[in-house]
């Protein structure tokens, strides 16, 4: 692969002043230019977007019970 991270950067940039979506396929067409494949359906994301907390990320507790609902203690009023 001859594409630099710069290379990708501008490009990236370029796009996302137009279309954010454009950028993958920016990208893309810039990896087969440089390979010197003809681009195929660069609109189609190989990928599903993946939903939810991100992968690697500390996996934190989202609801803590409260200490007055735990049970052998009354709520104080």
């Known amino acids: 692969m001859n594409t630099t991270k710069y290379?990708?950067?501008v490009a990236?940039?370029?796009a996302q002043e137009q279309e954010h979506k454009k950028c993958k396929s920016v990208i893309k067409e810039l990896k087969a230019k440089s390979n010197g494949?003809?681009?195929v359906n660069a609109s189609e994301?190989?990928?599903p977007k993946r939903r939810g907390r991100p992968?690697?990320?500390p996996a934190t507790i989202t609801k803590r019970p409260y200490r007055s609902h735990r049970p052998?203690?009354?709520p104080s009023l």
């Open 7 to 9: 290379q990708v950067l």
């Open 12 to 14: 990236c940039i370029k």
């Open 37 to 39: 494949i003809k681009v």
């Open 45 to 47: 994301p190989r990928e």
């Open 55 to 57: 992968s690697g990320g």
């Open 72 to 74: 052998g203690t009354m």
